[in-house]
């Protein structure tokens, strides 16, 4: 937790950006950087008919830490991505809630 | 956005209809073509210890958009994909909030 | 339904527990098996500039069944997956609107 989840990303760029990525979103929550999950979807993309590449999107699956940490987040992530030289990015949060998550079969927050 | 993320469905067939399904789906939400993302996960379906076919599955990740335009976009998607002979098909819809959606780090709605 | 998506267990060894999970979690669900689907995720993880084994993680996918079940739910996921000697897992659940749910293009629970 957060699940950084990517598509349309290459594994390669994004080896590139994943450590000062994760450290200045560990610093935006508050929290170490060994809870990131940085995961790359391997998808296809079809189009008109045709395999494309994929859009850049990145989906955050997290606690809802409200607007101002989000924007800092969703900022970050967008100032690493798009130093690759990607031209857009586009990200969305979902909010886990907090009943619903588990740790070996025991409630996270219990 | 939308985006349409499909499971159990070939991508060799998805392209057949893909033209033709986004077409429609861009006239029931009134926008381009060029904002749907049509997305093939790569799966391993697993059942009673044995890899099996993935159940055709799609999920769509978009903004809520009321009652009646979630039932066309569904039976467009249904109508398409059973066109291919694929006998059932199962879709979801997932609402992202509005404020939290970012394009290059930016709200997707200020 | 309920889905079950998996990132970081080997699909070998999801083999090995996938009939007597299956068959507890329709247990508690009070349905049949063959409601469960199971999904692997092909992905690659990313840490610190390299790439790593994804942090074993179930989501699923389901209507809301309320804390009991839920709990049960994720207890028996756990309690499986650690029986193969993973040492943590982690399970969160998402919700799916009823109203927001087709087969073939008609509304789940018309």
Redesign the interface.
């Known amino acids: ?1 957060p ?1 950084i989840v990517v ?1 349309g990303i290459p ?1 390669e760029q ?3 950006i ?2 000062a990525l ?1 450290e200045e979103l560990a610093a935006i929550c508050g929290c170490g ?1 060994d809870n ?16 494309v590449e ?2 850049p ?1 990145i ?1 955050v ?1 997290w606690f809802e830490r409200g ?1 101002e940490v ?2 800092r987040f ?6 690493h991505v ?1 130093s690759l030289g990607i031209p ?10 907090q ?10 927050f219990e």
Chains 1, 2, 3 share one sequence.
């Open positions: 937790m699940h598509r594994v994004l080896k590139e994943s450590t994760v950087t990131f999950m940085i995961e790359c979807l391997h998808t296809t993309a079809v189009f008109q008919g045709n395999e994929s859009y999107f989906e699956a607007q989000r924007d969703a900022q970050a992530i967008a100032r798009l857009e990015v586009e990200t969305a949060f979902i909010a886990y809630r009943d619903s998550y588990y740790l070996n079969g025991e409630g996270f």
